[in-house]
């Protein structure tokens, strides 16, 4: 049967849709030719576009695209493959943002590796939901043994468990609601008279430090504590928590009769790259009976380093761990995990519904991973770091790593040693956080010049950097995650900022000359 006829339109005598055609489009054993066609005439679109990306971006802006998405009909199907693929491309492949290309420097996005695209494609196609047994089966096996792997490699010891989430946010939020219910219980349990829940939820406080992710307050917001629930301690000259801060911090807390329910430390933060001393706080916290989470989406990568797997020493004595595979591991989004030393807290996540996770199930040791997820419905992720470590092995994705980690100090070589450009901090991992500095220019004037240049490169399409604020200034920032990235690319898109730059502070300069005040 043609799939390039009318399929889902009404008939002109109103005779409704075509529903023969309808279930063709039904992946099934009698649709497996039409699948393999379709697939391969969008996997040869990407391969194409990969192929001959010479620049990460093309520079569109969203005026550009918006009409044109705008105008598309979506109730007037093309019924073609061919023709859906040309409009995609229109309205995103072409313009899409290429983090596989040396010169892409801006955010914690990294290029994928092709078995875990592959396991991209196997999962989609089969379609497991990891929820429950009956769902999933040894997709369910395999998450938990890549979570028992995750944990051994952390070092949470024989009684650690977790699952796999969309993202560090969701991992985090799950982190804080674990470490909420814990704190609730030990409060209610050493309480001579049980208060209101409300009352001890407006004591809670979460601790961590300047420079960690906005996901913590985030959190907080989503599971009902105050806007004050979440103190920050500054951080040192390195940008890492300081520990004298957080212990004072906890001190004032007690005395204030507020409950510290969890520390959040960071191992590495999206600006600085930088680790938070997690063996000075695991002390603290251990002391204080406080609960530690270790943000480690962006620096799980080093549990794989064959070089830098110390800079991690520390993390197994948290409470709970977040990684995110597609930030260091190469994955595609998303690959993500929380991990926790002891798996019975994960019981807070836990509801039972007759339909789906009776308590009889459990009675009868039928495994399922919803009992452990804020999430029900949710996809066999899994499956692409599965097939990574098959075939490419741990330590080749550590080796990745290091490079771009051995990459992001020789980009801090190269600024350190150039005048134009000021060097905010060292990274311990892949980001370098840098600014432009026109010759005399004052405060708001590097500022707009740092600006300028990072939107001009962008609507170049040559190069992406990130932005962001150091003690209230705009700095440009490079997040190095590609092991293609040479010194030379940095080189050069470091003389294209300083060119941009230039030419606005000149501008700028020149204008104000012409145009006195007055």
Sequence with gaps: MSLTGSTLDSSPTGAGPDLSTARAHLFNAGSVAHYRRALTRGMDRVADRVA??????????PDTLAPLIAGIDLDRPLHDTDAALDELHDVWLRDAVWFHHPRYLAHLNCPVVIPALLGEAVLSAVNSSLDTWDQSVGATLMERRLIEWTAGRIGLGTTADGVFTSGGTQSNLQAMLLAREEAYRRVVGGATARPARTEV?????????????????KAAKLLGLGADAVLTVPTDAGRRMRTDELARTID?????????MAVVATAGTTDF??????????????AAGVWLHVDAAYGCGLLVSPTRRHLLDGIERADSVTVDYHKSFFQPVSSSALLVRDGRVLRHATWHADYLNPARAVEQGIPNQVDKSIQTTRRFDACKLWLTLRIMGPDAVGALFDQVVDLAAEAWRLLDADPRFEVAARSQLSTVVFRYLPPGAGPSLVDDANLHARDALAASGAALVAGTKVDGAHYLK????????SVDDIAHVLDLIADHAAWYAQTT?????SCPVG
């Design 52 to 61: 001959g990306a010479d620049r990460p971006f093309t520079g569109v802006t």
């Design 201 to 217: 939820l407006s004591r809670l406080r979460i601790i961590t430090s300047a420079a960690g992710h906005f996901s913590v307050q």
């Design 252 to 260: 004032r807390c007690r005395r204030d009769d507020l409950v510290v």
């Design 273 to 286: 790259g930088t680790i938070d001393p997690l063996p000075e706080i695991a002390d603290i916290c251990t």
């Design 478 to 485: 490079f997040t190095l995650l590609n092991p293609e990235t």
């Design 509 to 513: 300069a020149a204008a104000e000359l």
